[in-house]
């Protein structure tokens, strides 16, 4: 990675020191307060190389990942009976640059392969779970308005 990569990365994370904290409310109160960030604030950098979409296959049990350029013209289809297989084929095509893309990359692929192995649906960039929709978990966290 470049170290203008690398940097970029950095700025999309948020450091929260607890360390000593035990108090699960406390710890909890603060994942709802950074959950509730406005993500509008949050500019979407695309990755050079262009972008992945993920799913599984449960009727021949495997997993595909079509890259797509940036323009949105199909690149290339991989598939594999494994999240490893695919992240490893996928970087040693250069699919991918940016270290946030490469992590979202492997959470997608495990969702997908969890998917399979339990026959539970798959929908990619959902958060895993409840189906419920984002304006329910304020209140179900105690952090939004009551």
Do not use: W
Request: proline share 5%; with cysteine.
């Amino acid at each position: 990675m470049r170290p203008e990569e690398v940097e970029s990365f950095r700025r999309q994370v948020q450091l929260v020191a607890r360390i000593g904290e035990e108090r699960g409310e406390v710890i909890a109160e603060e994942i709802c307060r950074l959950s509730l960030r406005d993500p509008e604030a949050e500019r979407l950098t695309l990755d050079k190389a262009g972008y992945l979409v993920v799913y599984p296959d449960p009727r021949r049990n495997r997993l595909t990942l079509e890259h797509y350029t940036n323009h949105g013209v199909l690149d290339c289809v991989i598939e594999g009976a494994t999240a490893a297989a695919l992240y490893a084929t996928a970087i040693e095509r250069c699919l991918l640059t940016r270290l946030d893309h490469a992590a979202y990359l492997g959470r997608e692929l495990a969702r997908a392969e969890q998917s399979l192995r339990t026959g539970e649906p798959y929908v990619q960039d959902r958060a895993a779970g409840t189906e419920r929709p984002m304006a329910s978990l304020s209140t179900a966290c105690r952090c939004g308005p009551e």
